[in-house]
């Protein structure tokens, strides 16, 4: 018997309706004569509220607490569907990250999983059970509960795929695919049939958010094959997986955007060895995530150094990096959070010469400024003004013809 | 250094502004120089919200589900509490009630406590951590969440303080004691300064809802004070202890009601061995409650078989009883769910005769028909129409004169 497993996104679960015909998709697998493990996301907007919630009480909730408070969010959806599924005839149960035997570090809020003992899981399905598991969420050695930061529930569905030997990881969504663009931005992107692990990394990395990087990243580990498709139609969706055919199609597969960039400069900072652990390791203490770091070439034993963080960071971020401005006896600090990122990604471009001129060229003649560029073997980004994405992203789209089937 | 063990219930965190004061509270027990630990319920309502959530899913949903979705909101009301705390600058952190190490029997919404693993809570408490945990839940031996029915989190707490050795159990809840009658119902109620076990215990069971019996039964066993208080104001509230000065004071304390009252009764049962273990046999096996049961003299080898039970389960109850009354040859069933039941209460009244007849003489001089009666050694209840009780129970406060001080 194949087992399988699907994870539901919040906007699929988010209501009684929605979640009964979630119940009826996870029955069809059953009936199928899959043994079927279900992870779940909090209902819609049910983490935001948590979180207000607290926000009410405290201005800057304890993180643990905040783990232990939104854990709730993912027990209330997965019991729910454990509920509509027994109605609907079939054995159900659900299962929190503690009792799915999900360990992790005790990093809260952005913790890691470290093992998954499979048993109860295991003795569930043997008795012909369908589980659902509470995705986003595990539990430390010392019985204090965590969470995996954003897209972990993805996280929690690949990882379990992994652990139980499924054949394939479904993830299930509000939309139908992974596109060559965010069709909301570009009417003409096209569902992609497949795409490989590196690509979609590179892709969900840089403002693709149909799933996380971290969860491509597993599966890619395992060679599993995640297939992403919309809980709300049948349509065939797009699988990631391995081997792609690398000569029948387009080089570049795919455009990613985002506009929740903020960028820090520090000004005229002595060009001396461990100046830049010095700023950075603060940040990487306080969990701030840094994107983009450019240094510009040394000017008469100066240089100019940049880096990009969430928009949620930037406050942060700059009450950390000022001090250390003043220390090492920099000019001081600049900061920007209008921009937006726009990065073209494919696996064909590491082999093929040209590809960034032709982006820089069509962004040049679109009138679009390029502030910082960065690149990857398989991914070239610009960051941009905001007000320039979407008008950066069609002129791209159409520049690699994406509009054509690869 | 002192223990003290306070409970909190629903109404009294029933908002941000709310669980802050509550924090306030806390806190003044730890300045106070206590080792503390809070035991908190859900946000009023929302343990309504989640069952009506179930019930958008499922008609009937599974009590195994429902106690894993129930555990959430006292989940979410500790995490808050413990935010609040650390807000005002203490230590605290909150635990579920596996954390806490409630282990429990694995009869789904009404488990009973089997033992108490304190070691994370004394661990909290010795690094000087105010420590909240959930009320009203427990874990299975196989990690399953388990809920202790109605009033769940006054025994969560009172069995805590036992387990801890606390010299006190606090109760704080949205009324500011025990009284002698339910003030909306007799203005002239007075408050009781203390009560016994016995006492309390009677009164809870038949309709004071100040505090769950079984709490009370708990604190009788291991001898543990319990203070009943309002959350809301500083006055002194009720202490519930074993000795309180018997001759000092009016023998009747305090008068219950209880509207909650359904009754079936099942005509002309042959009158033969066997028949009554038949027809309560399913009942209990339902999990339905029975409270009183009266059955007549025998004429001609028949008798009538009456019983009460919560109105919640009247009509699971006929379900149940119809085909037995039917199989063992009795003429039907009727029932009745428009009466309550109004209960004089006080340890004095077991040595001394003339309690019954006078609280019989006052309801008839005021024109209550009675329908059934029970008793146990310190309580009379009688079974009286729903649209009487108000009237009943100001009669029996003045007839027995509770609005003097005992």
Redesign the interface.
């Known amino acids: 018997m194949d087992l399988v497993v699907q994870k539901y996104g919040g906007t699929s679960l988010g209501s ?1 309706e929605r ?2 015909a979630v119940a009826r998709r996870v029955a069809g697998a059953h009936d199928a004569g899959n043994q079927v493990v279900v992870v779940a996301s909090a209902m819609a907007d049910t983490t935001d509220e ?1 979180i207000s ?2 926000k ?7 993180d ?3 783990d ?2 939104l ?2 969010g993912e ?2 959806s ?3 569907l ?3 599924l ?2 609907l005839g079939y054995q159900a ?2 299962l ?1 990250g ?2 799915a035997g999900i360990k992790t570090d005790s990093f809260h809020r952005r913790a890691r999983i470290l093992s998954i003992d499979p048993h ?1 899981i295991t003795r569930e399905l043997d008795s012909g059970r369908i589980v659902i598991v509470a995705g986003f969420q595990g539990i430390t050695e010392g ?3 965590t969470t995996l930061g954003r897209g972990g529930s993805d996280l929690t569905a690949v990882a379990l795929a992994a652990r139980l030997g499924a054949r394939l990881c479904e993830i299930y969504t509000d939309v139908e695919g992974v596109y060559t663009a965010d069709p909301r931005m570009e009417p003409e992107a096209r569902k992609l049939a497949d795409i490989s692990y590196e690509e979609m990394v590179e892709l969900a990395t840089h403002g693709a958010r149909v799933i996380h990087p971290r969860a491509v990243e597993v599966g890619q580990v395992y060679r599993l094959p995640i297939l992403v498709a919309s809980s709300f139609s049948n349509t065939s969706g797009t699988l990631i997986k391995g081997e792609v055919d690398l000569e029948a199609r387009n080089k570049v597969r795919g455009i990613a955007d985002d506009r929740d960039v903020a960028k820090v400069t520090i000004l005229r900072v002595p060009d001396r060895p461990g100046i830049a652990a010095k700023i950075f390791e603060p940040l990487a203490e306080a969990g701030i995530s840094v994107d983009t770091i450019v240094q510009n070439a040394s000017v008469e034993r100066f240089t100019d150094l940049t880096f990009t963080v969430s928009r949620n960071d930037l406050a942060r971020a700059l009450g950390l990096v000022e001090p250390v401005a003043d220390e090492v006896g920099a000019r001081g600090c600049t900061h920007d959070a209008t921009l937006a990122k726009v990065s073209i990604v494919g696996t064909g471009m590491a082999s093929s010469p040209g590809y960034a001129a032709r982006m820089f060229k069509a962004l040049y003649q679109a009138g679009i400024n390029i502030e910082l560029i960065t690149t990857s073997e398989i991914r070239i980004t610009c960051i941009i003004a905001e007000e320039q994405v979407q008008k950066a992203v069609r002129t791209l789209h159409r520049a690699f013809e994406l509009e054509k089937p690869g």
Chains 1, 2 share one sequence.
């Open positions: 009684a979640i009964k948590l919630l607290a009410q009480v405290t201005e800057y909730p304890d643990r607490e905040v232990q408070l854990s709730t027990m209330v997965c019991t729910l454990a509920m509509a027994r109605s149960v659900s929190n503690a009792q109860r019985m204090d509960i």
